[in-house]
């Protein structure tokens, strides 16, 4: 698959790049995707949830009616779950949720991802271009140069690192920047349109490419 590389006026370069098909067309595997973005999701969580169990609330432990007589039923202490303010059964204790992925699945789920989004005609090559510094508002005109509104979920992927523009599009809620060597299957997903920067198909092409 072929595609022409925008200017960022938004007029066509006149140059061409390929798309290699081993990255760009293969068949996807949504099970891949599914596991890669689960996995991302889950290393994002930070684990620290917590409740008092019985043994941990700062309650007496006085019994606190006898055990035979009473006429109700018996009770050992304030601490128990069925009071207002005692101790949690079962609940949730400090875990780590991250787990492994196989490095060819996680490819393959990356190669999956670009397929979708090749298919659905939602990548954009752009000629490489600098900031003489950080201003959103020359970030922000690029995007609607090539005609993508405010509400659309832009992905712009780099071939190296730029700090000028990562930080141009920081304040930018719904824009992400990110280097071709950070990009993960959930950013992909995320996206609705996926800008690549020109040099960025090359490396992709030959990251994945091989894998």
């Not at 996807?28 to 991302?40: C, E, F, G, M, S």
């Not at 190669?111 to 922000?140: G, M, R």
């Not at 959930?186 to 994945?208: F, H, R």
């Amino acid at each position: 698959m072929e595609l022409s590389v925008y200017k960022i006026d938004g007029q066509e370069s006149g140059k061409k790049v390929t798309l290699d098909d081993t990255v760009f067309g293969i068949e996807p595997n949504d099970h891949a995707i599914y596991l890669d973005v689960k996995q991302y999701l889950a290393n994002q969580r930070q684990g620290t949830h917590k409740t008092k169990e019985r043994s941990e609330v700062a309650y007496s432990t006085k019994k606190i009616v006898r055990q035979k007589g009473s006429g109700g039923a018996r009770h050992g202490s304030i601490k128990a779950p069925i009071y207002v303010g005692g101790g949690r059964t079962f609940g949730p204790k400090p875990r780590d949720y991250s787990f492994k992925l196989n490095k060819k699945l996680k490819q393959l789920a990356r190669k999956s991802a670009l397929t979708y989004k090749a298919k659905d005609a939602a990548i954009t090559v752009l000629e490489q271009f600098n900031l003489d510094a950080p201003k959103t508002s020359q970030f922000t005109a690029i995007c609607e140069n090539l005609k993508m509104d405010g509400k659309a979920k832009v992905l712009m992927v780099l071939p190296e690192i730029n700090n000028n523009i990562y930080l141009s599009s920081r304040n930018l809620q719904r824009v992400k920047v990110v280097t071709s060597s950070e990009l993960t299957t959930y950013d992909i997903v995320n996206a609705t349109n996926l800008v690549l920067i020109d040099g960025t198909v090359d490396v992709l092409n030959q990251q994945l490419g091989q894998a």
